[in-house]
């Protein structure tokens, strides 16, 4: 069965770091452009960044642009966000999945990815 699992999340304080890693178990991880995605209580699934299949291209939510950085291992058939600078508002369970499209095309909505991990919970505390 093809799937993506996540690990890496903790309780951290605010301020600290984490990265968080996703190993996908299917073939061709090369194809497909990766994405991180974020579930807070209370509110909406939402897009983190987006790395599309050889790294060439990477796509940030606003909100984390300039505190993480995603990328890619094709050889591990794993992807990475590393968070810094961690904020209260970034506490959420992170997910990540792949690419349904072009493995060059990052796409923001979550209808785009599939293979969906089971999500690491981050709780950032004051």
């Known amino acids: 069965q093809v799937q993506s699992v996540e690990s890496g999340g903790g309780l951290v304080q605010a301020g600290d770091s984490l990265r968080l890693s996703c190993v996908y178990s299917g073939p061709s991880f090369d194809m497909y452009a990766m994405a991180w995605f974020r579930h807070a209580p209370g509110k909406d699934r939402e897009f983190v960044a987006a790395i599309s299949w050889n790294s060439a291209r990477t796509e940030y939510a606003d909100s984390v642009k300039g505190r993480f950085t995603i990328s890619r291992d094709n050889a591990k058939n794993a992807v990475y966000l590393q968070m810094n600078a961690l904020k209260l508002d970034d506490t959420a369970v992170y997910y990540c999945?792949?690419?349904?499209?072009?493995?060059?095309?990052?796409?923001?909505?979550?209808?785009?990815?599939?293979?969906w991990g089971q999500g690491t919970q981050v709780t950032v505390s004051s």
């Open positions: 999945a792949r690419g349904r499209g072009s493995g060059s095309s990052l796409y923001y909505e979550d209808h785009w990815y599939d293979t």
